[in-house]
């Protein structure tokens, strides 16, 4: 079974990742959301900024005099500067430790180091398998060669059938990333949003050159060539800037620059900015406004949560050098990589290189710090960085938003604080409370063969309680597959004085397992999490389960 975490949320939680959505570069404070009301507290802010020059190399010989922050216009003070240039697990140079400067008095947040984060992002709707075979392979290089202990990595597909899909969490166990990837098919390329614009306007052009038939004449002739095959073309472009402006959206939620390495042949550029052929008659042709008004919409929205696409083109090299540019996607990549501050790439054949040009310009970078009173708003805060010497290139992000109650989230901004509770050690959006959970073996039991048993402190549970509470229950294999689920609302505001007790039935076959209870606050979004580690033997009816 592969890893396919939030597929599995998909089916069995019935949470289909219909959209997708942090950006800040900042970390936020893990405040109390108690009864919606929030303090305005004293928080540190982290920018990352990378720095080169004329030629493209990073520059690393900055201090932070060097730099000057603006914050909604407003100039910042930076107390807090680190600088790194991290190696790969091969070099036997370290990364060079962060100096960093004291922080002011009153009630902050403590710094945390920023690391890298990646996502390989691989698209079945745009993409064909040759291009996709070499995704694989650049892919994987990139996890073998390229990453640094500490780098967080967490790996996406789309395609028209499945939409989005999460198949692993950002997480830095890179065998984890690596056996996903190494795990898809061919077959994965489903419901794939075929390129028909190549055989569009060719068919069109000739249809009408043969008949003198010219200028708003064409719009006449146009339903006869593949229109129905373009209109499907165009909905499945509009649906797929929607889903990853969705992305663009969750990704606010998680702290610094999220690297998006993006494996595509790109949508039909003619549908996004218009096609010109050859013939003057058709130079009035823009494209489709629905479809260029939502990818440029997608484009601002990962721009603005810090998500830099790093666009790595499909498209077989031998077809990319006969067919017209304008019916493939090499604009549309182009642009995106543009607007969000990574780069276009157009010959994956290349990819080791490729991949050292993105260490390169994301493994040496600064941390520049500075204090904000924070506000539980959801605004956006435009931000901008300079350097004072002169001839260096900024990449920075533009700009950060501020928090919001956990009432005013999307459905998949709930997905995703639900996924970072559940799976990480260290949640990025709060201190969960801890609580003991026990597992039992149950023999014969008609519920369940495996029961969890969750003791809830009342005491410790103030800030979680109340009328709509969700329980869920997880259970994971040892490829952290999850093989068991379940969840239910209760009503928490009537708890008893001293402990409560919450029990679950799980059914699931011999072998080692990871359990874990998430109880959150649907209108808060104050959690506590709950595990245990058992192991099932073959004799599941004679022997007890082994705990960890």
């Not at 005099?65 to 790194?84: N, P, Q, V």
């Not at 290189?353 to 539980?376: N, R």
């Not at 604080?417 to 597992?439: G, I, M, S, Y």
Request: glycine fraction near 6%.
């Amino acid at each position: 079974m592969k890893r396919q975490l939030f597929f599995v949320f998909c089916i069995v939680f019935v949470l289909i990742i219909n959209q997708f959505a942090f950006g800040s570069i900042a970390i936020q404070k893990k405040t109390s959301q108690k009864d919606l009301r929030h303090e305005v507290t004293v928080t540190l802010k982290l920018i990352q900024v990378y720095v080169t020059d004329k030629d493209g190399n990073p520059v690393m010989d900055l201090g932070i005099d060097d730099f000057e922050i603006y914050d909604k216009g407003e100039r910042k003070k930076i107390t807090e500067f680190e600088k790194y240039t991290l190696a790969l697990p091969s070099d036997e140079k370290k990364p060079e430790e962060p100096k960093v400067k004291p922080k002011p008095e009153g009630k902050t947040q403590p710094s945390e180091k920023m690391t890298r984060k990646f996502f390989l992002f691989f698209d079945f709707a745009y993409n064909n398998a040759t291009g996709f075979k070499k995704s694989k392979e650049a892919a994987l290089h990139f996890v073998d060669t390229q990453l640094h202990p500490t780098d967080e990595v967490g790996v996406l597909s789309y395609s028209s059938l499945k939409s989005l899909v999460l198949h692993e969490y950002l997480t830095t166990d890179h065998q984890k990333v690596r056996e996903v990837v190494d795990g898809f098919g061919v077959r994965e390329i489903l419901g794939r949003a075929y390129n028909v614009e190549a055989q569009y306007w060719q068919q069109g052009e000739s249809e009408c050159a043969e008949k003198g038939i010219l200028g708003s004449d064409f719009n006449l002739m146009k339903g006869k060539y593949l229109e129905l095959d373009r209109k499907a073309a165009k909905f499945n472009a509009s649906e797929y800037s929607l889903k990853i402006k969705e992305l663009a959206k969750a990704l606010r939620y998680i702290p610094g620059q999220k690297h998006i390495l993006l494996f595509s042949s790109g949508i039909a550029s003619s549908l996004v900015y218009g096609h010109s052929p050859p013939r003057r008659s058709f130079r009035n042709w823009f494209g489709d406004t629905t479809v260029r008004n939502r990818y440029e919409n997608m484009m601002k929205e990962l721009a603005a949560s810090n998500a830099p696409v790093f666009a790595l083109d499909t498209e077989e090299l031998g077809s990319a050098v006969t067919r017209d540019d304008e019916v493939t996607g090499h604009r549309s990549l182009s642009q995106l990589s543009k607007n969000t501050g990574g780069k276009y790439y157009d010959n994956l054949h290349d990819y080791e290189e490729i991949m050292d040009e993105i260490q390169t310009l994301t493994g040496s970078y600064y941390v520049l710090g500075y204090y904000i009173d924070e506000k539980w708003d959801g605004k956006y805060h435009k931000i901008k960085v300079k350097v004072k010497k002169k001839g260096y290139k900024i990449h920075a992000q533009g700009g950060y938003y501020n928090p919001k109650p956990f009432n005013e989230y999307s459905k998949l901004e709930k997905q995703i604080h639900l996924v970072d509770l559940a799976l990480t050690e260290r949640p990025l959006f709060q201190d969960p409370v801890r609580f003991p959970l026990k597992a039992s073996h149950t023999p014969g039991e008609e519920k369940g063969n495996l029961c969890f048993i969750s003791q809830i402190p009342v005491e410790k549970f103030e800030e979680i309680s109340g009328e709509k509470v969700e329980i869920v229950s997880l259970v994971f294999d040892e490829k952290d597959d999850i093989v068991a689920f379940d969840r239910v609302e209760m009503d928490f505001s009537k708890l008893p004085d001293d402990e409560f007790q919450h029990t679950c039935y799980l059914s699931i076959p011999p072998g080692e397992y990871k359990c874990r209870v998430v109880i959150r606050n649907m209108k808060t979004g104050r959690g506590a999490v709950g595990s245990v580690s058992v192991a099932i033997l073959e004799d599941s009816n004679s022997e007890q389960p082994h705990f960890k």
